[in-house]
C-alpha cells in the first residue's frame, strides 16, 4: 500500500509540473534499484538471522509475492540450511554441492 501511495504522489506530481517527469522517473528507478538491492542482501541473510527470516515471510505473506522481483530470485539464494538437506540424493548434491 505505501509503494501504491507513494507511485500515486509521484503521478500527481508528474501531473502538476510535468517538467519534473523526469527527475521523478529517475527518482522512481533509483528507489526500484535500492528496493530490490535490499531485499536480495535480505534474502541472502534469510537462513541465518531468525528477526529477518520472520520479517521477509511476513512480507511476502501479506503482499503475496516473493522475491524481490519474483519467485525466481530464490533459485539464486541458499535459502535453506544445509544441515537439514539429504547430501546422497543425486538431485539435491547437483545443487548444494
Given at each position: 500500500?505505501?509503494?501504491?501511495?507513494?507511485?500515486?504522489?509521484?503521478?500527481?506530481?508528474?501531473?502538476?509540473?510535468?517538467?519534473?517527469?523526469?527527475n521523478?522517473?529517475?527518482?522512481?528507478?533509483?528507489?526500484?534499484?535500492?528496493?530490490?538491492?535490499?531485499?536480495?542482501?535480505?534474502?541472502?541473510?534469510?537462513?541465518?538471522?531468525?528477526?529477518?527470516?520472520?520479517?521477509?515471510?511476513?512480507?511476502?505473506?501479506?503482499?503475496h509475492?516473493?522475491?524481490?522481483?519474483?519467485?525466481?530470485?530464490?533459485?539464486?539464494?541458499?535459502?535453506?540450511?544445509?544441515?537439514?538437506?539429504?547430501?546422497?540424493?543425486s538431485?539435491?548434491?547437483?545443487?548444494?554441492?
Amino acid at each position: 500500500m505505501k509503494v501504491t501511495l507513494k507511485l500515486t504522489l509521484l503521478n500527481l506530481v508528474c501531473r502538476i509540473n510535468p517538467f519534473h517527469t523526469v527527475n521523478v522517473e529517475l527518482a522512481t528507478v533509483v528507489a526500484a534499484q535500492a528496493f530490490y538491492e535490499g531485499f536480495i542482501d535480505g534474502m541472502n541473510r534469510y537462513r541465518t538471522e531468525i528477526d529477518l527470516k520472520v520479517g521477509i515471510d511476513r512480507t511476502q505473506m501479506t503482499y503475496h509475492c516473493c522475491g524481490a522481483l519474483s519467485y525466481e530470485d530464490w533459485f539464486q539464494i541458499y535459502w535453506v540450511d544445509v544441515e537439514y538437506l539429504d547430501k546422497f540424493d543425486s538431485e539435491v548434491s547437483k545443487y548444494a554441492g
